[in-house]
């Protein structure tokens, strides 16, 4: 089955400093995988996704995250960090086997001082 | 579009007790899931259903039944409340696979089962 790992439940960084959330993933086939943002009391939203076509997928808001097969990662990346980011990130798998279902991460926060 | 609606928005429930998380759609999707969220633990799938009639269960279906009458519509029941079920509980569906069509989110359901 497959699943991912967030690496960090907690992110702190400054104001225009670099953004790097981590996720590593696991399967045994070809994945489509996910990064989904979740601000205070709201549901979440697609932030970008690959699908095997590019591996380097560019999101909304800046974001962008390079597909590694040799890693197994999917790392998501901002070179310069806004307040308003501040978040949780929740990285997702899915695979092309019947009707895809999504199993996330745990989900990393970001904190972003001033 | 309203989207994904979910009410209530928070509920308190006694251990024991019963109650229905309501959960509605206006795009037409065929699937709808039921996640829930707990810190440290990320979403994981409770039910879902890739259309009207059918549902199949998810990663903790234990203490909880779904039913899809309608398309637009998938609650949530939970027979005889427990403890261990405080949490948030998000509705999300979608229009067709996860590669080519996010999951869109309700804003979830706090719920405390004292």
């Known amino acids: 089955a497959q699943s991912v790992t967030q690496l960090g439940s907690h992110v702190s960084v400054s104001e225009g400093a670099l953004v790097l959330l981590r996720c590593n993933y696991s399967?045994?086939?070809?994945?489509?995988l996910f990064w989904y943002v979740q601000y205070p009391n709201q549901g979440l939203q697609l932030l970008l996704k690959?699908?095997?076509?590019?591996?380097l997928v560019k999101g909304i808001n800046g974001f962008e995250a390079e597909f590694k097969k040799s890693e197994t990662s999917f790392h998501l990346t901002k070179p310069s960090a806004h307040m308003s980011d501040a978040a949780e990130y929740f990285c997702?798998?899915?695979?092309?086997?019947?009707?895809?279902?999504?199993?996330f991460g745990t989900g990393t926060r970001l904190l972003v001082s001033p | 579009n309203a989207g994904v609606t979910q009410t209530p928005k928070f509920q308190v429930l006694k251990t024991g007790q019963s109650m229905t998380l309501q959960c509605a759609q206006d795009?037409?999707?065929?699937?709808m899931s039921w996640y829930r969220q707990d810190p440290g633990m990320g979403l994981r799938l409770i039910h879902y259903?890739?259309?009207?009639?059918?549902?199949d269960q998810g990663e903790v279906p234990n203490g909880y039944n779904v039913s899809r009458s309608t398309t637009e519509d998938f609650p949530l029941r939970l027979l005889s409340a427990a403890p261990s079920q405080t949490s948030v509980y998000f509705c999300?569906?979608?229009?067709?696979?996860?590669?080519?069509?996010?999951?869109?989110f309700g804003n979830g359901t706090r719920l405390t089962v004292t």
């Open positions: 999300a569906s979608r229009g067709g696979q996860a590669y080519n069509s996010p999951l869109h």
């Open positions: 399967s045994s086939v070809p994945p489509y």
């Open positions: 690959y699908t095997s076509a590019a591996t």
């Open positions: 997702a798998v899915s695979v092309n086997t019947g009707f895809q279902k999504l199993v």
């Open positions: 795009m037409n999707h065929e699937y």
């Open positions: 259903s890739v259309g009207a009639g059918i549902t």
